[in-house]
């Protein structure tokens, strides 16, 4: 019998309490009994005092309870004054939960003799400010919308809508354009749907596959093992590792920072979690161990957490730092607060609360989404938030992607959705470099000299005290960042009008007048400046290390967008062999054009080691056979063979630069693989010598593609998924879709016209380009449909795709053959699952209903004469979250706090059915005679189950977790 497991850990957060989960309620017990409903009771809202910077709100209220408690909630709810709340009633009755965003306070001490009373709530916001207040039994007592904005151009999330910023000033031309494009289509294009796009990169749309969580989320790339079995598990995330890993809510995420359990203020500035910080880590988890295991202060995790930003994931002084120093941003700021010096434009970070905080991040707007990327099955994230000022509004939504070696590529689109054209527009990234190991850090570790890729290509910075290299490239795509320099950090509180940044000077002995990062908007920065291949552009030491990027100063029209991507690669096994790395890194998708002329193609590239004295890069063309390969190095006598090093340049990683002309005057138009290689030398320089390891390198390999010769009959070539395929040998796609692209030319004709058919299918062609500008007569012009469609080709036949170019006298033709392959089945579950904060009364249970972020579904790839599958829940106990209590301090396993656990019990379909063992969640799920039979499992658990649980005597309130295994198993 096969099964397929899939570990769920950390994926119910469940809280109980009897308002809330409450920072410092110490007396909760003295309100507990007697609770009765809020018959009767009253609450008024009155604007008391409105400036321009603050809005003080009267409340009044008349209880006919002698235990009068009352709940505020607000999106807002960090603009509230908390200690001054505290300070009118006493810290003891005055408890936040920023996850629900809620403020409970004990009004017992504050009512006269007619149970009734008023106090002056102080916020510190000039703007829309939405105020709900609730009874003991979650009635709604008040509820009223302050300086209410008609011109608001983000619904509220209770409105119709609310998914995506107001876009109306674009959607009368947007929907004129697709009236005339459909009606286009329908003059050229058949009925069938076949290959038409249907997964979109609107996040909104339900086509799309993007998913919205709720919750923080943690993606891996490809899993490698290390050679004592322990799994090299890259992952991505936004925001602080720790967040990601526990699994905290969006809303929580953006609240305000922790309070202290003593002392009753915020643990530092700024939010909780900064989620604009696009992350990546390393995390070593050993054999049967939990990816998802917490991070704790006293550092007794099984894991090894690698990061690279500082405070992601870090403790210090009791707390967690939120990863403040690596965000995105735009100049929107500067249209509120104009700087004296427009090329320096006043910007804010994402978690500024000043001057209203909507121009720094609209508190409601916040969304993260997942999806399995088509290209590569991996997950992807993205972040999309909203900045604010009035009717000007940028819509900005970052997207991280691994591709097949785990680089990380992090792609930053910014969009005018607002009613006003942006006449000067810039988005930034900035970005902390400073190592972690396991959460920790140390002046010595932190200290991250920047270094050069070389040929302009970006930057990599080690450290003596962390095992890995961290690189950043920032020169390899078409929308690669405008301007980017190896210096500046702030924090993502930080204001530009009080601190200048990132166009301040810095005073550096030998570099007095560098700018922090550029002097002004039309600086490029490092960009431009090469040090060279390993060289430092700062020497002088007192520099905190940082990556600083922005896109060009440009006009925004309403609708229009720009986007900035780079990409950033965090390798620990980079110390223990050799490595090459090339400037061209092309593939059979994306390959590297050869110009129509050129009769060589120059292959340049780096080494580096941080081990070995001499090493020797070697390469072959269109051979796979290494041992034929020529030499790239050059020894000491400048002959071709291993190159040395100085003790210095192996201390730090030195790139040493390598290039070759290769002739191409024999090459056939079409593809052709470069593979490159270093290894070590193992010769003694003296029999002394111990023996030395024979290392290699990973294999580098470089796809170009020689132009096609143009003739006044055009020519076409597939090039993309695959080239060369046919009946016998058909390209196997691993997903629903992927990139169509080729080339074509032509060398006299003015237009040409591409169209393709499924499967010979000529009476209904689909039009590709009609009547495309042959712009450049000879030349090989790109061609592409990405995300290329093959849904409905649901089955494990051969099908065709045949692609014509035709210039109105002649035509040419290529054609891709493709067929799915019979392969196994999995299951995909949801990362959160959540019952919800319960109110519990001593001696009574209650029943708990599931909501889930993410399906489960289960994918079978199997034939149709297969055997059935069914799918197995295991639930282990629920235990208490230790740092969600007053006095906790997370998950030390020592703490006997973490050893309580909620008693609960299951019922499925009103049955009782488990407590914690294997249940049988769905049974005799068939395979059919489709390639893929998907079965959406998700409404079972949302419909069928639910959790009975009981108030527990040890503790008043606190979050439980549980780790829940999922099983698919073909049925005996």
Known sequence: MRSKKLLISLIFIFSLGFFSVLMGFSPLEKIQSNISPDVDSEVTLEKEKNDSDTLSIKIKYK???SKPVITLKSPQITKIDLDDLQKEFGKEHVGLNSEDEAITINLKDHMDKKNAGEFILKTTTDGEFRLLIEGIENTTLAFKVFNFDESSLIPSPAEPDSEKPDETATQDDESSNQNDQEAQDDDTNSDSDAGKLELTDDETDAKSGWTQSKHMLLSTGNITKDDKGNSVTPV?????????????????????????????????????????AANSAVIIVPKNGDLYEHQSKKNKEKNTFYTMTYGDGMTGKGHYWGSQRNFITTNLYNFKRPAENYWKPNIVGPDYKGDGSRVSMYEESPKLYSRTDPRTGLTQQRLTFVQQFKSKSVLIKTTQSFDAENTVTIRTEFKNVGRDNLDHFTGYTFRDVSFMKNHKSSDAMRAAPLYSL????????N??????????YLNRFPDSPYAWSGRGTASSFFTGKETGFPFNLKGESEYDNLPNAFRDINDVGDKTHEPGAGKRWIQSKGWDSGVSMHTEDQSLEVGQSVSMTYATNLDISVKSHPNVDLYDEGTKEKPIMIEKDATSYNLAGYWYDYKNDRVKVTYTLDDENMENGKILTRDKNGKPGYESQTEDEKYVGQSHEFSKDIKLRNLKPGYHTIRVFAENDTTKQKPSDPNIEKQFSYLKTNVIFIPIEATSVPKLMIMSPERGTSMSNPHIPKFEMFDLKGVWTDSDSEKVTLSYVFDGDVEHPHIIEKD?????????INWGIEDFSIKDFNDVKTHSITVTIDDG???????????????????????????GMKQLVPGKTIHAVPSTSGLLKVNDYRRGNSKPLKVMLNIEKFKLVTNSIPGGNGSDENDPQANIELETSFY??????????????????EST??????TDLTSKITDNLKMKIQKIPEINSGKFKSKWTWTAVESL
């Open 236 to 276: 991505l995330y936004f925001g602080a590792l720790n967040y990601a890993i526990e699994g905290i809510s969006v809303g929580d995420a953006i609240g305000g920072r922790p309070i202290h359990p003593e002392i009753f203020s915020e643990l530092g500035d700024g939010r909780k979690n900064n989620i604009t």
């Open 929 to 934: 005679d489709q390639w893929l039979t998907s």
């Open 463 to 472: 450290n003596k005290k962390f095992e890995g290299r961290a690189e950043f």
């Open 454 to 461: 070389g040929s302009h290509q970006g930057i990599y910075t």
């Open 63 to 65: 209880f006919k309870t």
């Open 772 to 780: 495309a500008n042959n712009s450049s007569p000879g030349k090989n």
């Open 908 to 925: 499925w379909n009103e049955q009782y059915a488990f407590r914690s063992n294997d249940f049988v969640i769905a049974d005799g799920i």
């Open 809 to 835: 006298e002649y035509q040419d033709t290529d054609t891709l053959y493709f067929r799915h392959a019979v392969g196994d089945f999995d299951i995909t579950a949801p990362q959160n699952i959540e019952f």
